[in-house]
């Protein structure tokens, strides 16, 4: 079973910036298409990034210009930089590369924007 341990979520005001890190042990990292989704109230789940290997990035259209995904793979580590949040509801971010079950994602780590 391959484990993601996310971290970096926290309480943020309206139009602050949070980093957001995922790290993995998992050697075949380097190839995989990673993912960060988030799940806020009703477990409502929307895909907000990926990034393949050769680093080629989608973004759920409300955050484009906004967050960043990226990578290290030597550190095989997965980051979301996420810049001019607005308020929502909380929301739990998860970073489970492409295809993993949702009974196999990590923790995830809490996002919440408020003033």
């Known amino acids: 079973q391959v484990q993601f341990v996310e971290s970096g979520g926290g309480l943020v005001q309206p139009g602050g910036s949070l980093r957001l890190s995922c790290a993995t042990s998992?050697?075949?990292?380097?190839?995989?298409?990673m993912a960060w989704y988030r799940q806020g109230p009703g477990n409502r789940r929307e895909l907000v990034a990926t990034m393949r290997a050769d680093s080629t990035t989608t973004y759920l259209d409300s955050v484009k210009g906004r967050f960043t995904i990226s990578r290290d793979n030597a550190k095989k580590e997965v980051y979301l930089q996420m810049n001019s949040l607005t308020p929502a509801v909380p929301a739990v971010y998860y970073c489970?590369?492409?295809?993993?079950?949702?009974?196999?994602w990590g923790p995830g780590t809490q996002v919440t924007v408020s003033s």
């Open positions: 489970p590369n492409m295809g993993t079950s949702y009974d196999d």
């Open positions: 998992e050697s075949r990292f380097t190839i995989w298409t």
